[in-house]
């Protein structure tokens, strides 16, 4: 049998359920933070609450009795059921007061009473008691319950390794895809560069061959970073320390020799180091000041600087430009693979970069975002453990 008055505050992310008649929200909250450390039961019940906790005095009248019934103590998501106040007359044979009498020496003793007419006392803060049905329907109902959350973790649990696998397969598909590719395309540009330099093939023809080679370095660059963000899914993350402002200097070298960012001038703060995979954390920076660099070439003064600061347990690293700036309507898709915004449309990019910064950083259990402006500039950040 179930208790008569059921309440069912349940507690999934800090959400309160109730039905009927039941204390103020904050007045459950806080009594279920006192039951999670208040005893060690996961089943716990009393018909004389405001006895124990001083607080229901207030509530009284809808909950001096509870039921409660713990689920998860860590994420405090319990059960609880209330019954109201029931003030009862008891009625004694004599005051029971009345059979301890102070002697004349002041001790405390028992005398025989001198009356029985029937003596009535009112018990108020009291609710009707708990039956042991109840009880045991609760304990039921928990049973049940917890059975169910089983049940539904393992088919997470399940669900969760199918994916991994799926996600593994696909990068090692395109993986290897991207790496057979590479062999017929090293065969079509060698062989246009072989018909380039064959003196009987006239102007017309050798523009069209100048195509197909640019065309093949176009889809080779592209491959390559392919390759590498399917080289992020399946590799291990190889925890060292990075020094990152030797890894920033030769960055340096490598971004600005590639977009001939002569004009663009680099400013750095403070570079502590990081513990993490070299060669991801490379691939994260090399794309941040590669984007920077190749985003802001087309302004007055290109500005690039790479600072970082230190905030709880993360060091924040963060890379700003005073470029053409993103359209803070694309803000959530930026990270997204192949996805370019509307003003890059002339400028060379395959839209992997980010989608390979963003799985290193959850790679890294860090964090990545952007400030930016439109034709003010951006500033990306990548926060990384302090450990
Ligand atoms: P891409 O190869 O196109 O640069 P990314 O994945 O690195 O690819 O970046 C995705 C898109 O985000 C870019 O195409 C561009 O629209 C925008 N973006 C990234 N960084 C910047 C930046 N510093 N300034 C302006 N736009 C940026």
Redesign the pocket.
């Known amino acids: 049998m179930l208790p008569k008055r059921q309440v069912w505050p349940s507690f999934s992310k800090n959400e309160l359920k109730t039905i009927g008649n039941v204390p103020l929200e904050e007045d459950i909250r806080a009594l279920s933070a006192w039951l999670k450390t208040a005893n060690d039961e996961s089943i716990f019940y009393t018909h004389r609450l405001s006895e124990i906790y001083s607080p229901a005095k207030k509530y009284k009248s809808v909950a001096s009795g509870i039921l409660s019934c713990i689920i998860n103590r860590e994420m405090g998501e319990m059960v609880i059921w209330f019954k109201p106040e029931m003030i009862t007359n008891v009625n004694w044979a004599g005051n029971p007061e009345k059979s301890v009498v102070p002697s004349e020496n002041g001790l405390m003793s028992l005398s025989p009473r001198k009356s029985f007419e029937i003596w009535s006392e009112v018990v108020n803060n009291t609710s009707e008691k708990w039956m042991a049905e109840e009880v045991d329907s609760v304990l039921r109902i928990r049973e049940i319950i917890i059975a169910d959350i089983n049940k539904k973790a393992n088919e997470i649990r399940l669900l969760n390794e199918k994916l991994q696998a799926a996600y593994e397969e696909l990068d090692t598909f395109s993986y290897t895809v991207s790496h057979d590719l590479r062999t017929p395309l090293t065969s079509i540009k060698t062989y246009a560069e072989l018909m380039l330099k064959n003196k009987s093939i006239d102007d017309g023809g050798k523009k069209m061959l100048s195509r197909i080679l640019a065309g093949a370095d176009k889809m080779n660059s592209l491959i390559k970073e392919i390759l590498n963000l399917a080289r992020v899914g399946r590799s291990e993350v190889n925890f060292e320390t990075v020094n990152i402002e030797s890894l920033i200097k030769d960055i340096k070298s490598e971004v600005w020799s590639a977009y001939k960012a002569d004009h663009s001038v680099l400013i750095l703060g403070q570079l502590p180091n990081i513990k993490g995979d070299k060669t991801m954390i490379t691939q994260v920076f090399t794309?941040l000041i590669g984007?920077?660099v190749?985003?802001?070439a087309m302004v007055n003064e290109p500005k690039i600087e790479v600072s970082s600061y230190i905030d709880g347990g993360e060091i924040i690293y963060s890379v700003k430009?005073n470029?053409?700036?993103?359209d803070n309507r694309y803000y959530d898709r930026?990270?997204e693979l192949f996805?370019?915004?509307d003003?890059?449309k002339e400028?060379e990019?395959?839209?992997?970069?980010?989608?390979i910064?963003k799985r290193v950083v959850e790679k890294h259990h860090g964090r990545v975002w952007f400030e930016?402006k439109l034709n003010v500039?951006?500033t990306?950040f990548v926060a990384f453990k302090n450990r």
């Not at 470029?323 to 993103?326: D, K, R």
């Not at 990019?349 to 989608?355: E, F, H, K």
Request: net charge positive; proline share 0%; glycine share 20%.
């Open positions: 794309n984007n920077a190749k985003y802001s430009d470029g053409i700036g993103i930026v990270f996805k370019r915004m003003n890059v400028i990019g395959s839209g992997v970069g980010l989608a910064v930016s500039g951006s990306f």
